[in-house]
């Protein structure tokens, strides 16, 4: 078998051998050019994508300081381990990008001074913060507020309704 | 000479398969592998006390709740990576026929990229973290993981570039892979003081690392590992890589979208995340046929080729049911608007992350750790036991969370019932899925011991003359 496949291949390298290193260097040519165009597309579609992330990520309003403070509160404490914003977060809790439309800042900073016992848990309370450090935290929660989320909550209609 | 022979026996089966010399990448590809399957070990044990948490009110624990769901969150991405990266030096250099540029530069990776992540770990377990979502540990410590990556970037490139008239597809594919990990990952490491631009490039890594630059790596090493196993033809493998890898780049960058919906990015992210989810598909359909090609094959495989077939095939089914149709289904806006925030999203990202990702890993670690050995029937037996334990552990356990999610979306988001009521109600759900994360964790446990068995019997097979 091995035999007859070399011989065959003799017999083709023969005949048609000028053509056949041709079509080795355009199938060459061919997978080269596809790896550039491969190369060229991923880097244009990285860099416009890049650039329109940026773009649409322009806030209403700068953020005060008092709020960019309250971030790092945020996220020193690691809250988005059970609590969500903009939808994006834990599931063990209330998502809070719309809190401050729903509750009182006092109240929003005393919850978090003195923090209350969570349902279903008889002892485990709600973490606790100081009180610069709540402050600032609804501050941040009250920027987030700002930002439009284009409907989203869907039940947050009905909350300004009421 | 290559092509030479390409050429002329075209539609038959490459002979690939004698080689048998083993690299010095792929005696490094080994650690990261192992260590590897040892974090996917933790991870399930981590995911299964998060869970009783949940359902056993007042559990006492040395780490509370929110930094336990940091670990095993940072744990979900940072497997698969180190994974990633042995599997990558090992396909490149049995892809190539040939070492990669610098062994040295790969040992130098691996102790960065263990050193940091185990960093990550440690620092969160000490309450110390950075609180954003999939990357909760201090910028620092990304930092490190990202000098790894681009050590990573550079010894690939200069691979490839030793021999440039040699430079195939899937070696190609898995390198620009690695390039998109360490770029998205990049932003990440910086602080920004703007919310919008913190969610936005947070999911840089939780969605494009998963649905491009993984999703890269994972077919080049498909297409690998059927070539070179010899189960398919070089030719009929490689002849839709490079369009699937532009299409996984395309439509993973601009399907980011459907991330953006909600977070304050202008209306025009609807029409485009929408759309551009669903050319997402396509790649993952040119997939599924790669991997048909290589099934359709007669030849007989071996039990260590048959296991990680298996592996390989649960990464399949859930990377199309999973991750792509119950994907593309969240991504409608309409349908996005109330199911967002729920835990269908959760019951997503099981399927998604570990369905898809986790699987194409550990298919591709059990394939090298075993190199140069077969399972005995009963090693083999216990393989499909445990991975049938782990497909049924995450089906049980994500449809628990996609049950769980939709009755949020009727009472929470529909009705407009108060979160806590809801949260309730869902408690029979929850307790199911800690069920199936119990029935996963056996299964995990049960493979990492196989495969740490095959790691221990192949431990001085061919030791490389350096």
């Known amino acids: 078998m091995i035999y007859i496949e070399l011989s065959l291949i003799t017999v083709y390298y023969y005949n048609f051998g000028k053509y056949y290193h041709d079509i080795i260097l355009i199938e060459l040519e061919g997978i080269l050019l596809k790896l550039r165009s491969f190369l060229l597309l991923s880097i244009l579609s990285w860099v416009l994508f890049v650039a329109i992330t940026l773009i649409s990520s322009r806030l209403p309003s700068p953020v005060p300081e008092q709020a960019e403070a309250g971030k790092s509160v945020w996220q020193r404490n690691n809250c988005v381990s059970c609590h969500t914003l903009f939808g994006h977060g834990g599931y063990e809790a209330d998502d809070l990008t719309h809190i401050t439309a729903k509750e009182t800042s006092e109240y929003l900073v005393n919850y978090l001074v003195q923090p209350p016992v969570m349902r279903p848990n008889k002892y485990a309370r709600h973490p606790a913060l100081n009180e610069a450090d709540a402050e600032n935290l609804v501050n941040y929660l009250e920027f987030v507020h700002t930002i439009p989320t284009l409907g989203w909550p869907p039940q947050q209609e009905e909350v300004e309704e009421n | ?466």
């Open chain 2, 1 to 466: 000479m290559k092509l030479f022979k390409r050429f002329s026996f075209r539609g038959k089966i490459d002979k690939s398969s004698a080689r048998k010399q083993q690299f010095i990448a792929q005696k490094i590809s080994r650690r990261y592998c192992f260590s590897a399957v040892s974090l996917f070990a933790l991870q399930s044990v981590v995911a299964s006390l998060g869970a009783l948490e949940l359902v056993i009110p007042d559990l006492p624990s040395p780490i509370p709740f929110e930094y336990g769901r940091a670990i095993h969150l940072a744990l979900a991405v940072l497997w698969p990576l180190i994974g990633t990266m042995g599997m990558v030096y090992f396909f490149t250099t049995a892809e190539l026929n040939r070492e990669i540029y610098s062994p040295r530069l790969a040992r130098w990776q691996y102790w960065l990229v263990m050193f940091f992540s185990l960093g990550v770990f440690s620092t969160l377990a000490l309450r110390i973290g950075n609180g954003r979502e999939y990357l909760e540990g201090i910028p620092i410590l990304y930092v490190g993981i990202c000098i790894s990556l681009i050590l990573a970037s550079y010894n690939l490139v200069r691979t490839l570039l030793t021999d440039k008239r040699n430079i195939t597809p899937a070696a190609a594919t898995m390198t620009v892979g690695v390039i998109f990990l360490m770029l998205l990952l990049l932003p990440n490491t910086i602080t920004f003081s703007n919310p919008i631009t913190d969610e936005a490039t947070k999911f840089w890594v939780v969605h494009l690392w998963e649905e491009m630059a993984f999703e890269l790596t994972s077919a080049g090493f498909i297409a690998t590992y059927f070539i070179v196993s010899g189960l398919a033809p070089r030719t009929e493998v490689e002849k839709w890589l490079y369009l699937e890898a532009v299409l996984a780049v395309v439509g993973g960058l601009y399907g980011t979208g459907h991330h953006y919906y909600w977070i304050g990015f202008p209306a025009v992210w609807l029409v485009l995340g929408s759309l551009v989810s669903l050319v997402e598909v396509i790649p993952v359909g040119m997939l599924v046929r790669m991997t048909y090609k290589g099934l359709k094959s007669t030849k007989i495989r071996s039990n260590r080729e048959k296991l990680t077939l298996w592996l390989l095939l649960s990464s399949v089914f859930h990377h199309i049911i999973g991750a792509s149709l119950l994907g593309l289904f969240l991504t409608v806006p309409w349908i996005n608007l109330y199911t967002h925030g729920t835990y269908i999203t959760s019951g997503h990202a099981h399927l998604a992350l570990f369905g898809s990702l986790g699987f194409a890993v550990l298919a591709g670690c059990y394939y090298i750790l075993s190199q140069g050995s077969q399972p005995t029937l009963k090693g083999y037996k216990g393989g499909v036991l445990a991975v049938i334990l782990l497909n049924s552990g995450l089906i049980i356990m994500s449809s628990a969370l996609l049950v769980a999610g939709f009755m949020e979306t009727y009472f929470w988001r529909i009705l407009g019932m108060d979160f806590m009521q809801v949260r309730f109600i869902l408690k029979p759900y929850l307790s199911i899925r800690a069920l199936g994360g119990a029935i996963f964790t056996l299964g995990d446990l049960l493979l990492s011991w196989r495969i740490f068995k095959a790691w221990q019997a192949t431990r001085s097979y061919r030791q490389p003359k350096i």
